[in-house]
């Protein structure tokens, strides 16, 4: 069976700082997709970014750049100058294809993230 | 781009009464869609999943059902709620499998 931790429950921090939200991941494909949302307090999940298992290269968009481990089954995501509209609830998931073709996302429990002016 | 579009933001029901929330999906056709329960803002358990028309699969047997009537509309129901009910509905939907999710702007349901 698919899992995702997020040990990380909640984290605070003071703006400009940066900010590592860890995702340990754990599954038996061989081929997998992970994923990073966020979730604003308006409650709408927003998609940041999507990663194969074969690509273990490390992305950087702006402020925010992930880290996609294999060796470690790892995808940690960094806030680099944090900011207060950062704050959110974000969400590391793995999907596995499902036999009728849709794909089943298991999410990881969250990590409630407060950037302090 | 597309859009899911969810309603309504929040219900508050009593126990026993039915439930039907509805999501629609603009932007795109025979999009994958599925019903998402979040609980306690934490994490999210799939309900229901549809691959098209008609085509329903439930991962966890409960109080509740879906349906697709058409290509861009997917329902949740229930003919009687429980207090267990309560949660954050999210309506998803994707393009293909494994393809990032789109998701509603959810459905608070309080059952009373």
């Known amino acids: 069976a698919q899992k995702v931790t997020q040990a990380q429950t909640e984290i605070s921090v003071v703006e400009k700082e940066d900010v590592t939200l860890d995702c340990v991941y754990e599954t038996r494909d061989t081929t997998y997709y992970l994923f990073w949302y966020k979730q604003p307090p308006s409650g709408e999940l927003v998609f940041l970014i999507r990663r194969n298992s074969f690509d273990e290269q490390n992305e950087i968009s702006g402020r925010y750049s992930w880290n996609f481990q294999k060796s470690t089954s790892s995808f940690n995501f960094t806030i680099t100058a944090s900011q207060v509209v950062d704050s959110a609830v974000y969400f590391c998931a793995l999907s596995e294809l499902m036999e009728t073709s849709g794909s089943r996302l298991t999410f990881g429990e969250g990590t409630q993230l407060t950037v302090n002016p | 781009s597309q859009t899911i579009h969810q309603w309504p933001a929040t219900l508050v029901q009593p126990v026993g009464s039915p439930l039907s929330l509805e999501c629609t999906v603009e932007g795109t056709s025979n999009p994958n869609l599925y019903w998402y329960r979040q609980a306690a803002g934490r994490g999210l358990q799939l309900l229901f999943y549809?691959?098209?028309?008609?085509?329903i699969s439930s991962e966890v047997p409960q109080n509740l059902s879906a349906s697709r009537p058409q290509d861009r509309q997917f329902i949740l129901s229930s003919k009687k709620l429980l207090l267990s009910d309560s949660g954050f509905y999210l309506c998803a939907g994707e393009q293909g499998p494994n393809e990032k999710l789109f998701f509603g702007s959810g459905t608070q349901l309080s059952v009373l």
């Open positions: 549809s691959v098209g028309i008609g085509q």
